[in-house]
């Protein structure tokens, strides 16, 4: 597929808030960079990210949605990255049946440490979005603006 | 729709260097809703903050957006800003472009546009926040120690001292744990009873203490500040009030034949009993599991010699409802068995004990007085060999993958105070590696090889084989390379120490958690090491890991100092951003309930009005606001969508998706 140079994602990062979105403001601390179209939405737990926000942002054509959440065992209310864990490995399974690309989402524990992972993180998933092209399939053109 | 106002800041030119805020400023005044737009060099300055709450009164702003640093830098600084200007403190939003934005870009327009866009999603969001309350709830002044070992003894004396109400449940009939079973503490060699027992007298002595002792706790409902715990107090067929604990009655009692689990089973004792000389409360016990007047209603020995007529064979179980605003648990520890142990020929040889009955067998008030003899015949030991990590740093399933800490220090106390009092023994130690971190622990290890000459070999012993009133060890010398063949007198066992088996269901009641070995997991492994992540529950001494008794005793007193400060207010403020379920929409299905890690979520049976002016009951969630943590779990487990969170609802996050995909 040819790399479209003028191809700029659009990337949905919901950090959970006491690990993640930590890291995130770290890897700002520290000046590490990663690309502008990463936007980041935070959110308290992983646990609170509905499926549903990934649809709806895929649907308002985000080309790539990434979570990121504390590392399993270490989540500030014990167990809430575990149920996000099972729900996204639900939804992947209906996003691959739906034939959109695995690599589209993707979850990702990051402690609040980890200022540098969550950089190259970002770097690596966009270069990823970036390789995939655009998201075409979910879609809704109507809800397009321009 | 709310009215916004917009504040950029520079920081100085932390942001302004990357981002051209008064573009920014700019571009985001055009925005639904947005009445007033700015940008400043410091936000957070006093100058700053007057401005933010004079534009609030000038436009009568109803929502703030600010475009600064991160939330967890100074969320709260505007969130009081706004307040004092009249406004509610959840109506204002962050958008991060400094460190999600300027610091981490180099090029000027693609942070801009990017903190343009981060600007449109909080304006999005604070349109669709609504004013949120901090709910209060008032503290019960009194807290509650589960287990009544030093722990538990050392907590209710700090929270006492405080000038609050403590009561401490203790399972067995007397206080004081396991410390008083041991008879030297280490590194000091200290009588632990004659540090002990003073601590004992001063819990019962205390006003403000009351102890429950051959009691459990049966149930706990409510939350923290409001504990309601039912205290099951048990049988012990003596009133307590009567018995003066003369011990005529553990003398005439014709049943003979109890083996005495205070001695670990080392010796017997009688069906009614005192544990030991100090117990406190110094109150007769009777063991229903031996005593023939219960079993078969003929003997009634005890009643007939009690001068005080305190016994009492129709006693029952009895049930005592108390409220608590904090609960302390300090159950404690135990040895593991031993029964997977055959290697070591624990339950073929009684020569081969446990560490903990080598205590009871040195012990002044132990079974053998003090003289240390061999349980099988009697006799002076004159080959002892210790054998470490019994259980403790297994990787197979057969003991514990932790290290149980205390085991190398009453190691070298026992071998210590083998060599001191008979120097005519030889004492072996046989460990993986020696682990002495604490003060003077080290220097006390050192003295063992050094002054008191005790053989530590480094290696295991594979197979103690009993061969003729002699114990045969084989084991390996690693640094010698060499297999070494010792005929030992005694084999001492260093077992694994494992929490104490009421823990796994207290934590259930509790809604506290665990790890996968049963210890209570704290809050935070560094910063929040003596609370459970459950609000309102604080841990204290072994029952959250291994400890020795100088540890125990920190972590004791500080989870009283933590309680202390709870109890202290009159009443907590809860955070607002809590579940909050549409009734309309719950069909009372209990999925949420299922993932609440905090037993916030109840079901009550509701009045609804049905058609035709009929009435329908519906059983629909509830959230108590008080034990809500605001995790957000429940909101994605609901089937129905009924479920949504105060301050990230789901019409707020997808309005913040929208906004940056658009």
Known sequence: MPVNEEFKPTIVAFCCNWCSYAGADLSGTNRLQYPANVKIIRIPCSCRLNPMFILRAFQRGADGVILCGCHPGDCHYTTGNYYARRRMTLLFSMLDFLGIERERTRVEWVSAAEGAKFAATMNEFSATIHKLGPNRRLEDLRCRKD | MQRVGVFVCWCGSNIAATVDVEKVAEVL???????????????????????????????????????????????NTFRKTCEKAGLNPYMVEIANIREQCSWIHKDKDTATEKAIILGRAAIAKVHLNAPLTAGTSPVKKRALVIGGGIA????????????????????????????????????????????????????????????????????????????????????????????????????????????????????????????????????????????????????????????????????????????????????????????????FAYSQS?????????????????????TLLRPSDGQHPHTIVFVQCVGSRCDDSKG???????????????????????????????????????????????????????????????????ENGKLKVQASDLIGNQQLHIDADMVVLAAAIEPDKSARPLATMLTASMDTNDFFTEAHPKLRPVESPTAGIFLSGACQGPKDIPETVAQASAAAAKVIGLLN????????????????????????????????????????????????????????????QGCGACTVACPSGAMDLKGFSNKQIMAEVDAICR
Do not use: W
């Open chain 2, 29 to 75: 005044a055009k925005e639904p809703g947005v009445v007033f737009s700015t940008n400043y060099q410091y936000m957070c300055s006093q100058a700053g903050q007057e401005m933010i709450q004079e534009s609030i009164r000038k436009y009568n702003l109803t929502g703030v957006v600010i475009c600064s640093c991160s939330p967890r830098m100074h969320e």
């Open chain 2, 400 to 466: 514990k993958p932790y290290c149980s800490k205390i085991c190398c220090m009453y190691t070298a106390k026992h071998a210590m105070l083998c060599r001191e009092k008979y120097p005519d023994t030889d004492v072996y130690v046989f460990y993986i590696d020696v682990r002495t971190p604490g003060k003077n622990f080290d220097e006390f290890y050192r003295r063992a090889v050094e002054e008191y000459g005790v053989h530590y070999v480094k290696g295991m012993v594979g197979k103690v084989v009993p």
């Open chain 2, 569 to 628: 207010k009159d009443h907590l403020i809860c955070n607002p951003c809590t579940a909050t379920p549409d009734e309309m929409m719950c069909n009372g299905c209990s999925s949420c309930e299922k993932v609440c890690p905090y037993g916030a979520i109840t079901y009550i049976d509701k009045e609804f009005r049905g058609p035709n002016r009929t009435t329908l009951i519906r059983r629909v969630a509830q959230v108590n606001p008080a034990v809500c």
């Open chain 2, 152 to 343: 538990g003894i050392q907590t209710a004396l700090d929270i006492a001292d405080a000038g609050f109400d403590v009561d401490i449940v203790e399972k067995e009939p007397t206080i004081g744990g396991k410390m008083t079973q041991i008879d030297k503490t280490f590194p000091t060699l200290d009588c632990a009873a004659c540090i002990l027992t003073p601590k004992m007298v001063d819990a019962a002595q205390n006003e403000r203490i009351h102890i429950y002792s051959y009691s459990e706790v049966s149930s706990v409902r409510g939350f923290v500040g409001n504990f309601k715990v039912t205290i099951k107090k048990k049988a012990r067929f003596v009133d307590e009030t009567k018995c003066t604990g003369c011990g005529l009655c553990t003398e005439k009692c014709p049943q003979k034949k109890v083996p005495n689990l205070f001695n670990l089973g080392l010796d017997n004792r009688r069906a009614i009993y005192i544990p030991f000389a100090q117990a406190v409360p110094k109150v007769a016990t009777i063991d229903a599991d031996y005593c023939t007047m219960l079993k078969s209603g003929k003997c009634g020995v005890c009643s007939k010699v009690c001068t005080a007529g305190a016994i009492d064979y129709q006693q029952k179980d009895a049930f005592i409802e108390q409220e608590y605003g904090a609960i302390v648990v300090a159950t404690g520890f135990n040895p593991i068995k031993l029964d997977k142990y055959d290697e």
């Open chain 2, 350 to 370: 009684p020569d081969v004990v446990t560490s903990l009955e080598f205590e009871r067998l040195m012990n002044a008030a132990g079974p053998t007085g003090g």
